[in-house]
Structures are given as C-alpha cells and as structure tokens.
C-alpha cells in the first residue's frame, strides 16, 4: 500500500513572497503519478500539478513549480510570487501507473497568503 | 462545460437516521468517485464506478453504506445508519476515462449528531 506524508499541518507566506510546502511518500513502484492538489473554502479540489515518475523533469505550470527527487520519495511544491488568492488547503497525492485516478491523498498543509 | 454537481451542499442528521447524496457527473465522463474527507484528512476513495459497472468498492463500509450509478450517469450514494464518525465531506468526482484528469465537485458536508 501507498502512503503519502505532508508533515506541514500549517505554513504563512506574506504576499509576493516564495512558499514551499513539502510531502514523502513511500511505495515499491517504479511508474506512478504525483499531484498537487488546491482545496479553497469552496471546498473543490483543483488540480494544480501534475507529474510523471519516469520523467526526470521537474514539472512547471506558471508560478507552481515541483522538486521531484524519486530516489528520496520526495515530492515539494513551490509557489513563486504567492497571492491572495493561493490561500487554501493543498494535499500532495499519488496514484499507481494504470491505476485508474484511484488518488491516495496526504493529510494536507493549510496555506495563508498574508497581505 | 458544466462542472460535477453535487446536492445537498448541507446535510444535518441524528445518528441512526439514513441520507443520500446526488452527483451529476460532467456530461460524457464515463468514470465516476465517490470520497470521503474527514475533517484535517485528505480525501479517501471509497467507491470507483465505470459507466454503470463498479470497478472498486474496497474501502466502502459496506454494512452501512451503498453506491448505485443507474444508466451509467448519476450517482447516489446512501447511508444507513448513520454513525458520528460518518461526519465529513462527501466529494464527487469524474473523468472520461480511467487515466483522464479528474474533475471533482464541490461536496457534501455531513453532520451526524
């Protein structure tokens, strides 16, 4: 079984500044997908990131960015220039290749962007 | 397109009693979730459904707990009876096909006192 671990219950950024929030995991796989997830107050999780284990290659979408080191089982995410509006809860996830979107979630960092 | 719909948005009920949540997936998403995120954890599958057919139930507590997709599109999933540690957010979600991105809803909180 897969366990994903995010040992940030709670992190502030102030407004404009860099915020890394990290998760492990822990799995026998060698081909498997990793997630960053947001969850705002409307309690919709939106996908943020996403990336691909056999491709060396941090994964990038505009201000998110990962830190993907396989052989550590580690798995940050970095949010450059936060805003307001990044505030929410972010959960890491895994899932196993072939595996269907069935996600294992971590337990989740609450992230507040500070004016 | 229309995202996942999910009633009610707020649910209150005593232990013992039984509920239903709806889910409306996005149309032409063949592969529909159902989670459960307990409050401080995140979310955890409990029933996988492809078209009408189920493709994992493990982790549905299935002495109180059910899932039923008719026709392959909505989703209802009921519980009976309730229990306090039943209390969480139910989230819906859908994709395509298995390995699609996944769209997820805006859940149901459920309180049982």
């Known amino acids: 079984a897969q366990t994903v671990t995010q040992s940030q219950p709670e992190m502030s950024v102030q407004e404009a500044e860099t915020v890394t929030l990290s998760c492990t995991y822990d799995t026998s796989e060698n081909n498997y997908y990793l997630f960053w997830y947001k969850q705002p107050p409307s309690r919709q999780m939106i996908l943020v990131i996403r990336q691909e284990a056999y491709k060396q290659q941090n994964a990038t979408e505009n201000r998110f960015s990962v830190n993907f080191q396989k052989a550590a089982k580690s798995f940050s995410l970095k949010i450059s220039d936060s805003q307001l509006g990044d505030t929410a809860m972010y959960f890491c996830a895994f899932m196993r290749d072939n595996a269907g979107n069935m996600l294992t979630f971590g337990g989740g960092t609450r992230l507040m962007v500070k004016p | 397109e229309a995202g996942v719909a999910q009633s009610p948005r707020y649910k209150i009920i005593e232990k013992r009693q039984s509920v239903a949540f709806w889910c409306n997936p996005i149309s032409g998403h063949a592969t529909l979730y159902w989670y459960q995120q307990i409050l401080g954890q995140g979310p955890k599958l409990l029933i996988q459904f492809q078209n009408n057919g189920v493709v994992d139930d493990s982790q549905l507590p299935k002495d109180r707990f059910s899932a039923e997709r008719l026709k392959g599109v909505d989703s209802t999933l009921k519980i009976q009876p309730a229990k306090l540690e039943d209390s969480a957010v139910y989230l819906c979600?859908?994709?395509?096909?298995?390995?699609?991105?996944?769209?997820f809803g805006n859940g149901t909180r459920l309180t049982v006192t």
């Open positions: 979600a859908s994709s395509r096909q298995g390995s699609s991105p996944l769209h």
